[in-house]
């Protein structure tokens, strides 16, 4: 089946400092990659939608200045969390849609956990 | 705006048992909807999607219901074992064309042996 990795799975940072995370789809072109974001005991919350080569969409009340979205290849996004605050730590999936056996279907990552001290 | 609905209490069952959950929408009308397992820690799972013009699906110990009218779907687990114990995730697509999805806050599911 199709896979969807994210890398790192877990990064610890400091106030002030970037991070960026890597989902890659890894048997699979990915036409669409989305970014959600979980907090405890809660939904994921769509973040962003991402197409390869063009700007990310970004939902209501997501700020793209904080959360840049790259999307540069057809299995290859990242999102790079800037200027990272405690606030921010929580968990981050990303997910990768691509046509699959006919099928357009939406395959998960495994989630990265941030925590910003 | 949309709203997708799950119980959030925890549901407790004995092993062998069918654990029903339940997934309410409002305003909308999804082409489709999707249950998902999340496990702690770690992304959703697909496990199994139905669409708007079909009553019931079934998969192995799964079925998945879905009435248009009522809005609702129910999932359920057949024969539980302690190994279902998890998040389980009622999904549907915006109908924007963009196939974005959007998530209910779960149902846990605890099953005892």
């Known amino acids: 089946g199709a896979v969807v990795s994210q890398h790192p799975s877990w990064v610890i940072c400091k106030s002030g400092t970037s991070v960026k995370i890597e989902c890659r789809s890894l048997d699979f072109q990915a036409t669409t990659m989305f970014w959600y974001r979980q907090f405890p005991k809660q939904s994921l919350m769509l973040m962003a939608t991402s197409n390869e080569g063009s700007k990310a969409t970004y939902e209501q009340g997501v700020e793209k200045d904080k959360f840049l979205i790259n999307h540069a290849s057809l299995t290859l996004s990242t999102l790079t969390v800037t200027s990272a605050h405690p606030e921010d730590s929580s968990f981050y999936i990303c997910?990768?849609?691509?046509?699959?056996?006919?099928?357009?279907?939406?395959?998960f990552g495994p989630g990265t956990r941030l925590t910003v001290l | 705006s949309q709203k997708i609905e799950q119980n959030s209490e925890a549901l407790n069952i004995q092993e062998g048992k069918t654990a029903t959950l339940t997934c309410n929408y409002t305003?909308?009308?999804?082409?489709?909807l999707q249950w998902y397992r999340q496990d702690p820690g770690r992304g959703p799972v697909f496990l199994l999607l139905i669409r708007e013009n079909e009553k019931e699906k079934r998969k192995e110990r799964l079925k998945v219901t879905f009435d248009t009218t009522l809005k609702q779907s129910l999932f359920h687990i057949t024969a539980s074992q302690p190994a279902d114990s998890a998040t389980y995730l009622c999904a549907l697509d915006k109908d924007t064309g963009g196939f974005k999805t959007i998530f209910g806050a779960g149902t846990r599911l605890f099953v005892k042996a």
């Open positions: 997910s990768a849609r691509g046509y699959i056996s006919g099928s357009n279907e939406q395959f």
């Open positions: 305003n909308y009308s999804p082409a489709y």
